[in-house]
């Protein structure tokens, strides 16, 4: 069993790192890209680091989720078939993590991470052209990539929520407002699923997770309504910066 002691000063900076965290992810996702990095410095195992993870940002999604859905921005029919795609593909890949050597994860981890903030620092900005026509048809996108994009939140997660986004924008044609909302309730789903099979499996830290809540419910109400006026613009170069020095970091402790 993992034990940490909590000083006063890590309970304030897993607060502000969740609050932060809940912030960017309702706006377009990668918090887990600060959240993921700061679990692993506490000294947890990679396993318990993302289970622990998925309890903290499941209560950050279901602030900004509602909060969309009460303007209005999306619908029943614009989420529910999805959710259950998104259910599958999370399943799926947590219980595929559980049977991965946890030596093993220490070097994965690290590099998809690093990967993850690359793609953020290079990709281009998701342009909101207004709503276009779809280059796939829906049947497609519910039944493949949405549970693709689900089975990479079961096995690890960060950046989840901007990764729906993109697919909406680019594959379904949706303005860029839309589908971060819709991503909202995806990315909601596959926490959910992952979070059952981990807290069945007992890896899910719970004292930590517990304090880190507060600033996700904070941090997600607050993104909810940046996306609302039109959201922020330098939100990623400090995703990158964060994620690069706090893996780094782990990095330098676990492998060096």
């Not at 050597?101 to 993850?116: C, G, N, Q, R």
């Not at 990539?145 to 990479?152: E, K, S, T």
Request: aromatic share 12%; with cysteine.
């Amino acid at each position: 069993m993992f034990e940490i002691n909590l000083s006063y000063d890590l309970i304030l900076i897993l607060f502000m790192a969740s609050c932060f965290a809940g912030f960017i992810d309702a706006l377009a996702g990668g918090g887990g890209l600060i959240t993921v990095p700061l679990l692993l410095l506490t000294g947890m195992s990679p396993l318990a680091a993302i289970a622990t993870n998925k309890f903290q940002a499941v209560f950050g999604t279901p602030t900004s989720s509602i909060t969309v859905y009460r303007k209005k921005i999306v619908t029943k029919q614009d989420v529910f078939q999805l959710v259950f795609a998104s259910l599958a593909g999370s399943c799926i890949g947590a219980i595929v993590l559980l049977f991965v050597d946890a030596k093993k994860l220490e070097i994965i981890i690290p590099i998809i991470l690093l990967s993850i903030a690359f793609y953020f620092l290079f990709a281009p900005k998701i342009k909101d052209d207004g709503q276009r026509q779809p280059k796939i048809s829906r049947p497609l996108y519910r039944f493949v990539i949405v549970p693709i994009i689900g089975f990479y939140d079961g096995i690890l997660g960060p950046g989840t929520g901007s990764f729906f986004a993109a697919a909406g924008v680019a594959l379904r044609g949706q303005n860029l407002v839309k589908s971060t909302s819709i991503a909202k309730f995806l990315n909601l789903a596959s926490n959910l699923a992952a979070l059952i099979i981990f807290i069945f499996s007992g890896h899910v830290v719970w004292l930590i997770g517990a304090i880190m809540i507060f600033g996700q419910i904070l941090g997600g109400y607050l993104g909810s309504m940046a996306i609302i006026n039109g959201g922020t613009k330098f939100i990623r170069p400090l995703i990158i910066v964060m994620s690069f020095g706090m893996t780094g970091k782990y990095i330098y402790t676990v492998w060096l």
